[in-house]
């Protein structure tokens, strides 16, 4: 089956005054690179989620984002070491800046990291992230098998209509070659003092011009490449890419030749 490079997934759920929303984006690349986006107090789950998104996604780049969202009253819990530290700091200077102690207290209070309530992760929360992580995965998954059967089937459509075309070249392919051969023939009859022409010369000639307008070899490459393109496309392997973009460029390289060719053999079926 063959899967999209691009995709999305989240899952969130409500762990007490919180809500937790996990999202995962993939976007095609050629190496895999984890970017994670996460309040300051989660970053210590990095590292296993990163492994996690690791172990399920292939190459790409991949954004991972977590969310954390207060949602009701969350007990406050006072950051003691940071605010002792901080109120301190300020009461050796505040004879110069004149500070009363309710000033002190205030402005330590208001510091960042006073407070530990709005995102200090627990252990239970571990569990719960590594399950939202999942169902992420899972969600973008589903949704790059989702994008790559479309795609899948839109190549298997194209590469039929290829080999579709190639059988009409080989009906028409001998007709080509004769005609050729007769409008050189019907050529050389117009030209002047004919009696002195080698015959034998002129069939020689005239093989060895038909021989580079022999188009047999770029058939069976073109129904062979076709053929591979497809035995790909069916292969259970999720990583085929690099091969199916290979075998690609060699069909395109053919395909723009019978392009020409079909161009060229309508052209002398018309004129007859």
Do not use: W
């Amino acid at each position: 089956m063959l899967h999209s490079m691009t995709g999305y997934g989240n899952a969130s759920t409500e762990a007490g005054f919180k809500k937790l929303t996990m999202e995962i984006r993939a976007l095609n690349g050629k190496q895999f690179d984890v970017n994670f986006r996460a309040p300051i107090s989660y970053k210590s789950q990095e590292m296993d989620l990163r492994k996690l998104v690791s172990r399920n996604l292939l190459r790409g780049k991949i954004d991972l984002f977590l969310t954390v969202d207060i949602i009701g009253d969350a007990p406050v819990q006072f950051n003691t070491n940071f605010i002792h530290t901080h109120a301190l700091a300020l009461k050796k200077i505040s004879s110069e800046l004149d500070l009363p102690n309710t000033e002190i207290l205030r402005i330590t209070m208001t510091l960042p990291n006073a407070l530990l309530s709005e995102t200090e992760i627990s252990d239970d929360e571990k569990g719960i992230l590594t399950d939202l992580c999942k169902e992420a995965i899972d969600r973008l998954i589903k949704y790059r098998e989702h994008e790559g059967k479309s795609l899948e089937n839109d190549f298997k459509r194209q590469t039929n209509a290829i080999l579709s075309h190639l059988e009409a070249v080989k009906l028409l392919a001998p007709e080509r070659i004769a005609q050729t051969k007769e409008r050189m023939r019907a050529s050389l009859d117009k030209i002047e003092q004919k009696k002195d022409i080698d015959q034998n010369r002129f069939e020689q000639e005239l093989i060895y011009y038909l021989e580079k307008l022999d188009i047999n070899e770029e058939i069976v490459r073109l129904a062979h490449n076709c053929a591979m393109f497809l035995d790909e496309l069916n292969t259970e392997k999720i990583s085929k890419g690099k091969k199916l973009n290979f075998i690609a460029q060699e069909i395109f390289i053919h395909k723009s030749s019978d392009i020409l060719i079909r161009k060229n053999i309508l052209i002398h079926h018309l004129a007859g």
